[in-house]
């Protein structure tokens, strides 16, 4: 049973907008969420993580969003590069170790 | 190297086979995990070494895999009489203890099962 869920497979944005990827998630006991990013042929890299008693974290130009009464978290890029292009894991963390992913959210980025 | 190392990257064997998966994990780092990523799937957890002892094995999806890391740095994932629905890319990652912050990822070992 998938607890966390991406519902937009894929997003298409312009150079320079914001780019808004979503996930939501069922388990209440999940108490820290991060995001990866991966790049073909490359392992998933970390790029921002979030506490359960927070309702936002920014670094840069990333800022995930936390609505826990929703279970639902964001994570907005503002201004979208080129570079951004890539696929975005939604992830929560149980256990003080294991992490649940989503499927992923392929982010690209139109000059 | 200063990252995860996976070997190999890539392993096509026939259905029924038996494959080894090779991580090395950063050096230091006490905590070791293995992913499987199925195509168009997130990472599943497989199987979490905190040293030399499986924590958690309750990501095995059954008795074929098996994982050891008996050293508690190089850890080697077994699976045994493979089938075609073993087919994804595995992942290791490591971390410095539990996990605290995130994990670091291997560039992970794409097994096809023909």
């Known amino acids: 049973d998938q607890q966390v869920k991406q519902n937009s497979p894929s997003l298409s944005v312009q150079e320079g907008r914001i780019s808004i990827l979503n996930c939501d998630y069922t388990?209440?006991?999940?108490?820290?969420f991060l995001w990866y990013k991966k790049y073909p042929a490359e392992g998933p890299t970390f790029l921002i993580s979030?506490?359960?008693?927070?309702d936002k974290n920014e670094d840069g130009r990333f800022t995930v969003f936390l609505n826990k009464s929703a279970k639902h978290l964001s994570l907005h890029i503002v201004p979208s590069q080129p570079g951004d292009s890539a696929v975005y894991f939604c992830?929560?963390?149980?256990?003080?170790?294991?992490?649940?992913f989503g499927a992923g959210t392929t982010v690209t980025v139109r000059a | 190297g200063a990252g995860v190392s996976q070997t190999p990257s890539n392993k096509v064997t026939e259905k029924g086979k038996y494959v080894e998966l090779r991580c090395d994990p950063i050096?230091?780092?006490?905590?070791l995990y293995w992913y499987r990523q199925s195509l168009g799937q997130g990472p599943e957890f497989l199987i979490y070494?905190?040293?030399?002892?499986?924590?958690?094995d309750s990501g095995l999806p059954n008795d074929r895999f098996f994982a050891v890391r008996p050293e508690g740095s190089v850890s080697t994932l077994k699976i045994q009489r493979t089938e075609r629905g073993d087919s994804a890319v595995y992942l290791c990652?490591?971390?410095?203890?539990?996990?605290?912050?995130?994990?670091?990822f291997g560039e992970g070992s794409r097994l096809t099962v023909l």
């Open positions: 990652a490591s971390s410095p203890g539990g996990l605290t912050g995130e994990l670091f």
């Open positions: 050096s230091g780092h006490t905590a």
């Open positions: 979030i506490s359960s008693i927070k």
């Open positions: 070494f905190q040293g030399t002892g499986a924590a958690d």
């Open positions: 388990n209440s006991m999940f108490d820290y």
């Open positions: 992830a929560a963390k149980e256990d003080d170790y294991k992490l649940s």
